[in-house]
């Protein structure tokens, strides 16, 4: 998505001059400024702390390690399985929800009463505070409290997962619906009658003309969970706080930040997180350039459009 | 019989989606005798939970907390983008393809990466424990959040008439408070509910940058809910804190559901 | 509309401004005091009578800290860290002595201040006070686990893990659990290290000097320490969610009758008399496991010590108003009202408090045996190494973990390794 649509050439009328550069920048500047001082800056300086030994605890040992933090983690067989465990919640729970997001989408296109009510209760879980989610289904995989089962489902290694991936399939999946029902309006219900007609089967329809209409979108909804997922912490730590072997990279880094205070060390977990979340984007669009270009190519321009550099 | 199989996908949706939330309610509605029936209905409803947590400084003190801190950022948040996203959906400058990879590279990143340079930071600024203290984080991710939002509305937006009032003489600012902002208040308001309820959900920094009733908000005060008593987990106080604080964001959704929805899939559907 | 949300936000930013100018209203200087919420009172009641007392110097505002002891430190060291000014008296932990005094955090208890709070105070809590030789915090209250268990099932209660446990096996299914602290947290931690001691080691060697400290862990106690969480954590009268569960969990066990036994504080015998007050006659409690059979066991060491916070404005008030809320009378005011063990050894004599504890004198036996957990700084950082090796329960495996317990706690020691 860093990647700036192919510029056509530049030979479109040239609209209010005096409107000029200048107040483009006047207008965008106090935004960037205030990203990049909240944003940035802090980045900046997370990658500063790292290279320290720096414990608020033991103030008098603060020192330059340069990359010893890193040698710790990368070193310590809790950062690997914390890494394990991330990538199970995510991959089962990312799948999950483009499948069941999909399958959302396909019925509510479909949906022929009640669409209004299916769309309210969509956002049910989207507009729930996660940590209510998280609490909702921690009482509910409680043996003491539940409606559901007797059984502890907290109280050991797999069990946990399934009941945070639940919560995040059921939190997030409503969103990933209605972006794949957006994406669905996309396809011409046209090319689906004449596929019809030329007698394809349901499944060679969605195969064939559905799936290549929609794929721009489902990759873009597939990238969005999977960066939203790897830092996936609000659950972890209500319903777990990472007992059994279900301790994320995002708890990790927050236990040596705020459990024990030092900023080294989780500095460097948190910028291992931060590099892995970009590394992840950056393959990410270029492995799927192609498709991620047609999504974001301009539709034919009508007569009075905006320039399609505009559009972005 | 196929048309039977969408009803049924429909009514399968609404039951899962509904059901956890219902599952609270009847949480919050049960007395500490009735808590552990294992019932999905409260066999014998009551509203003593939702008593003692009005009465409870530390539910009270965060619910404010969680109002003021999800408004400040939600007024700022849509002041800063507004202009930014004008100038990008309908102006031409230098730069302007960096702004972009910019602010999706900002959504993108975890936040529990800055937590510990902005404990760091805070606690010399003094700002450990205040409202800015969350509203200047909540700001690096909710002004991106609302840039995107706007822009994609603003190309819904028929400019011609800003431009009729351009060319009858008035300066760029007139034309923009005059002409533009009215035109860009749906997709002001749809930006503004998206970014209060990023805040309203934030959970990292609020727990990470607050220790105290002065700016913890409602999420953190939830998982630090003292109890009444040192080994009892406060099951029905905690559920009934959190069917009031999900009331709100619940209406919201539902009245504004069409245009929330829109501005969701802003990314995707514009195109 | 941009008018009115100037007016909006100004109103709000202005907001919390108006709430912070509270207190300071008689002339006398507010306290805050943080400390855990005790549900029967009497630490508000404490607060109050000590504030009556000071005619006007002080006034003692009670702040909650969550539910746990991580957390309640997880909230104080991050405001210690920021040199926050309006904590003057904490409530703390015993095994926090070392790491906030390390740290800097406190004002040392000294002179005629030190001596009117450790006069008759039991030996085992008064050590908990103390680090390097100097006093840091008034002992408050104390606590220890006991072994509570069903006479009607159990006519004779057993004095090792081993007979506990076979005990157990033979009593019928759903009747038979043991009920211990397996979840992950620092209650783990504390079954770990009692297991330990009563085996003849311990987790660290000169805990309270960081450049000597190591790991200790014996071999051989060691194992037969770890050998009872594996028998317990795979015999079937452990809990199914024995790796989650609390002291809530144990608690809730004896109360349902799922537990034939429970390690736990004296809040079980609270918890009995006030919501099934018919089992109470049946209720039975005995002095912890042994490990090693004839080996006198060593049980859990808890309880709250008060600080005072080196970044208070008003040290002189709060180490007066310290002083007054650990006094003998608020002491008695918390074992009657709130059940809470009294540090002054006295206390346990005391008519009213012989009625709220019929195991008064069990109890203080159990806490003059009690194994503090080791008085390093980075104690906080080796109970996390105790719970990264040896959770879940289920997967202790003595003769692999041991090596593998003194590298992490080794590591944990210097603070230096990710936990």
Redo the contacts between chains.
């Keep these: 998505?860093?990647e700036?649509p192919p510029q056509p050439p530049r030979t479109r009328r040239k609209?209010?001059p005096?409107?000029?550069?200048r107040?483009?920048?006047?207008?965008?500047a106090?935004?960037?400024v205030?990203?990049?001082a909240?944003?940035?800056y802090?980045?900046g300086?997370?990658i500063w702390?790292s290279l320290q030994?720096y414990?608020?605890?033991?103030?008098s040992q603060r020192g330059f390690v340069g990359l010893g933090n890193y040698a710790?983690?990368l070193g310590?067989r809790?950062?690997w399985t914390d890494l394990g465990a991330t990538a199970v919640i995510t991959a089962i729970a990312v799948t999950a929800e483009l499948v069941l997001g999909f399958?959302?989408a396909l019925?509510?296109r479909?949906?022929?009463?009640?669409?209004?009510?299916?769309?309210?209760?969509?956002?049910?879980?989207?507009?729930?505070?996660?940590?209510?989610?998280a609490?909702?289904?921690q009482?509910?995989a409680t043996?003491?409290?539940?409606?559901l089962s007797?059984?502890?489902w907290?109280?050991?290694?797999w069990s946990s997962f399934a009941v945070v991936i639940a919560t995040e399939v059921?939190k997030t999946t409503?969103?990933a619906a209605?972006?794949l029902?957006?994406?669905l309006?996309?396809v011409p219900e046209e090319l689906m009658d004449t596929a019809k007609m030329d007698g394809a089967t349901a499944w060679q329809r969605f195969r064939r003309v559905m799936l290549p209409g929609i794929r721009?979108?489902l990759l873009?909804v597939l990238l969005y969970r999977t960066?939203d997922s790897?830092?996936v912490?609000?659950t972890v730590?209500?319903q777990?706080?990472?007992?059994?072997g279900t301790e994320t990279v995002?708890l990790?880094?927050?236990?040596?930040?705020?459990?024990?205070?030092?900023?080294g060390?989780?500095?460097a977990?948190?910028?291992l997180?931060?590099l892995l979340?970009?590394a992840i984007?950056l393959g990410f669009v270029w492995v799927f350039r192609a498709d991620l270009r047609e999504?974001?190519r301009p539709?034919p321009v009508e007569p009075?459009e905006?320039?399609p550099?505009?559009?972005? | 019989m196929r048309r039977l199989g969408w009803y049924a996908g429909s009514a399968v949706i609404l039951l899962v989606a509904a059901v956890p939330v219902l599952w609270i309610l009847s949480l919050s509605l049960k007395s500490p005798a009735t808590v552990t029936d294992k019932r999905l209905w409260p066999s014998d409803p009551t509203l003593a939970n939702y008593r003692s947590i009005a009465g409870s400084a530390l539910f009270t003190h965060a619910l404010l907390n969680s109002v003021g801190i999800g408004l400040i950022t939600t007024v700022l948040a849509v002041v800063l983008a507004t202009p930014a996203a004008y100038a990008l959906t309908r102006l031409q400058f230098r730069g302007k393809a960096l702004v972009l990879p910019l602010t999706l590279a900002i959504a993108v990143f975890p936040p529990v990466a800055i937590v510990g340079p902005l404990f760091d930071l805070w606690r010399a600024l003094r700002l450990y424990d205040t409202w800015p203290g969350l509203v200047i984080p909540y700001l690096s991710f909710s002004v991106p959040l609302a840039m995107w939002t706007l822009a994609a509305a603003f190309r819904g937006v028929p400019w011609e008439m800003a431009e009729a009032a351009q060319a009858d003489g008035a300066t760029p600012w007139q034309s923009f408070r005059r002409v533009v902002l009215p035109l860009a208040r749906p997709g002001m308001i749809t930006a503004a509910i998206l970014v209060f309820f990023f805040a309203w959900n934030d959970f990292v920094f609020a727990i990470s940058l607050t220790s105290s009733d002065r700016s913890r908000t409602v999420p953190a005060a939830l998982a630090f809910f003292p109890g009444d008593a040192q080994f009892a987990q406060p099951v029905g106080s905690i559920a009934a804190a959190a069917v009031v604080v999900t009331v709100p964001v619940l209406v919201a959704a539902l009245v504004f559901q069409r245009r929330l929805v829109a501005g969701l899939t802003a990314g995707v559907v514009t195109r | 509309m941009p008018r009115f949300a100037a007016a909006l936000l100004t109103a709000l930013l202005a907001a919390p401004l108006l709430v912070a100018c509270g207190g300071d209203r008689d002339g006398g200087v507010t306290l805050h005091w943080y400390v855990k919420v005790e549900a029967s009172g009497s630490y508000r009641q404490a607060a109050q009578r000590c504030s009556d007392a000071s005619a006007g110097r002080y006034r003692i505002e009670l702040e909650p800290l969550p539910q746990t002891s991580d957390d309640q430190r997880e909230q104080l060291i991050r405001r210690l860290a920021a040199r926050d000014r309006t904590v003057d008296i904490m409530g703390m932990d015993v095994i926090w002595t070392a790491e906030f005094a390390g740290a800097g955090w406190l004002r040392p208890w000294t002179g005629a201040r030190a001596e009117q709070v450790s006069a008759g105070v039991l030996a085992g809590p008064l050590a908990t006070a103390r680090y390097q030789g100097r006093l840091w915090a008034a002992p408050l209250n104390s606590n220890t686990q006991l072994l509570w268990y069903w006479k009607s099932r159990t006519p004779d209660p057993p004095a090792t893990w081993d007979q506990v446990i076979s005990a157990a096996e033979a009593l019928p299914r759903g009747r038979n659990q043991v009920a211990v602290q397996g979840g992950r947290y620092e209650g783990y931690t504390v079954w770990v290290n009692s297991l330990l001691a009563s085996a003849g080691t311990q987790l660290v060697t000169d805990a309270d000097r960081p450049a000597r400290a190591r790991a200790a862990l014996a071999d051989a106690p060691a194992r037969r320490a770890l050998a009872v969480i594996r028998r317990l954590a795979t015999s079937p009268v452990a809990d199914p969610g024995l790796s989650a569960d609390t002291e809530v969990d144990t608690r809730q066990a004896m109360l349902s009758g799922a537990a034939a036994f429970s390690l736990n504080y004296p809040e079980v015998y609270a918890a009995v008399r006030d919501e099934a007050p018919a089992l109470l006659p049946d209720l039975g409690w005995t002095r912890y496991p042994q490990v090693v059979p004839g080996q006198p066991s060593r049980p859990p060491l808890g309880g709250i010590n008060l600080g005072i916070s080196a970044y208070s404005p008003h040290p002189e008030q709060a180490f007066a108003a310290a002083a007054c809320l650990r006094s003998a009378e608020n002491q008695q005011v918390g074992a009657v009202r709130g059940g809470l063990p009294p540090t002054i050894a006295a206390g346990y004599d005391d008519p009213a408090v012989v009625r709220a504890f019929p195991f008064g004198d069990l109890l203080r036996a159990s806490i003059a045996a009690a194994a503090p957990r080791p008085a390093t700084p980075a104690y906080s950082d080796v109970s996390l190494a105790v719970q990264q090796v040896l959770h879940p329960p289920a997967s202790v495996n003595p003769d692999k973990d041991v090596p593998e317990l003194r590298r992490t706690i080794d590591d944990a020691l210097a603070s230096k390794a990710l936990l």
């Design positions: 998505m860093t700036a609209r209010r005096r409107a000029g550069r107040t483009a920048w006047l207008l965008t106090p935004a960037v205030v990203m990049l909240v944003g940035a802090p980045v300086y997370a702390l030994r414990d608020l605890r033991f103030p710790a983690v310590a809790v950062f399958a959302i019925t509510l479909r949906g022929l009463a009640g669409r209004r009510a299916v769309h309210a209760a969509l956002l049910l879980p989207y507009g729930i505070i996660t940590v209510v989610a609490f909702a289904w009482y509910a043996p003491d409290l539940s409606f007797g059984r502890a907290l109280g050991e290694r059921w409503p969103l209605l972006l029902l957006a994406g309006a996309a721009p979108v873009v960066l790897v830092r912490f609000d730590f209500i777990t706080n990472g007992a059994n995002s990790l880094a927050y236990d040596q930040l705020a459990g024990r205070l030092n900023l060390l989780g500095s977990v948190s910028v997180l931060f979340s970009a984007a999504l974001y539709r009075d905006p320039d550099e505009d559009v972005w």
